[in-house]
């Protein structure tokens, strides 16, 4: 079985090759660098779009959370009123005229 080492050879062939070996580190750390980089643009990215969400999802929860409490009040204030509103029959069930 090989080790998965390239061959050495002694021939003009190895000399020019000294040269490619020499700057692989360079060229391997290089593309590593460019990838962590890539690789943290696209984490800061991510972390906005997840922060803006949050934002979002917080103000969502609060128009729920008013939209609630005006409900309370509204309904306080008709049965402060003397409205019927409870017994009053869903708008859904009344059919118009001409409806079967």
Not at 10 to 36: C, F, M, Q
């Amino acid at each position: 079985m090989t080790s998965g080492k390239p061959v050495k050879s002694h021939s003009a062939i190895a000399s020019s090759e000294s040269k490619p070996r020499e700057r692989a580190p360079l060229d391997t750390n290089e593309a590593y660098r460019r990838g962590v980089k890539l690789l943290h643009e696209k984490c800061k990215a991510l972390q906005r779009s997840n922060e803006r969400l949050v934002f979002r999802l917080h103000r969502v929860q609060k128009m729920t959370r008013s939209r609630a409490r005006d409900v309370e009040i509204l309904k306080a204030k008709l049965d402060s009123l003397g409205d019927e509103w409870r017994t009053a029959p869903d708008p859904m069930d009344v059919k118009e005229e001409g409806e079967e």
